[in-house]
């Protein structure tokens, strides 16, 4: 109950920061709020389909092929999602070329078929953008750096939580927590 739950306002936010962050980058050229906008539709939809397979009311047996089946494409949307919230923040440091994000998480998603990388690879690159978060606050400290910082450092730490099997409510509500950060700064923007 309570991860489906998790799960409905984790759509609700994913979504509304997508369709909030797609005005923004439909009006702005800003590879940045485009990188962004592009994350929270891969976690939007990674979400839905978790969502989806979780509340199926199958039998034991179907729903587990499903599962197997649609597990890869949740493994891949995750972490798409995440490297192109990494992405947000080093874009000056690249080319306009998604294509090594994808590579990188195709990777990872055949790897997952034979270990459970995950986790560690979500809180690898959760710390990696939390550095740079970091950095980036201290260069030019704006209202949006410092909500960005705070969201990305509390899914670090709900990833940390999930690696070391924590209770899963508390990584739940640090992501929902940071989520509603993402959209607060979101909607701050836009006005």
């Known amino acids: 109950m309570i991860t489906t739950l998790f799960q409905i306002l984790a759509i609700i936010l994913t979504t509304s920061i997508y369709i909030k962050t797609r005005k923004i980058s439909t009006l702005s050229s800003h590879q940045g709020i485009n990188l962004i906008n592009s994350a929270f539709l891969f976690f939007s939809l990674a979400y839905i389909t978790t969502f989806l397979i979780q509340t ?64 560690l690879t979500l809180t690898t690159i959760y710390a990696i953008t939390t550095i740079q978060a970091y950095t980036n606050y201290q260069k030019k400290k704006t209202p949006f750096s410092q909500i960005y910082l705070i969201a990305i450092a509390l899914l670090l730490i709900s990833q ?23 959209l607060y700064g979101t909607l701050k923007i836009i006005k």
Not at 90 to 109: G, M
């Open 160 to 182: 940390i939580l999930t690696l070391i099997n924590f209770a899963p409510i508390t990584p739940q509500s640090m992501t929902i927590t940071a989520f509603s950060i993402f």
């Open 56 to 119: 199926a009311s199958l039998n034991i047996a179907r729903q587990s092929i499903l599962q197997a089946l649609t597990s890869p494409i949740q493994t891949y949307l995750f972490t798409i999602a995440a490297l192109y919230l990494a992405a947000s923040l080093f874009w000056k440091n690249q080319k306009k070329e998604t294509s090594p994000l994808h590579i990188i998480a195709l990777l990872v998603t055949v790897l997952s078929n034979f270990t459970s990388i995950l986790t």
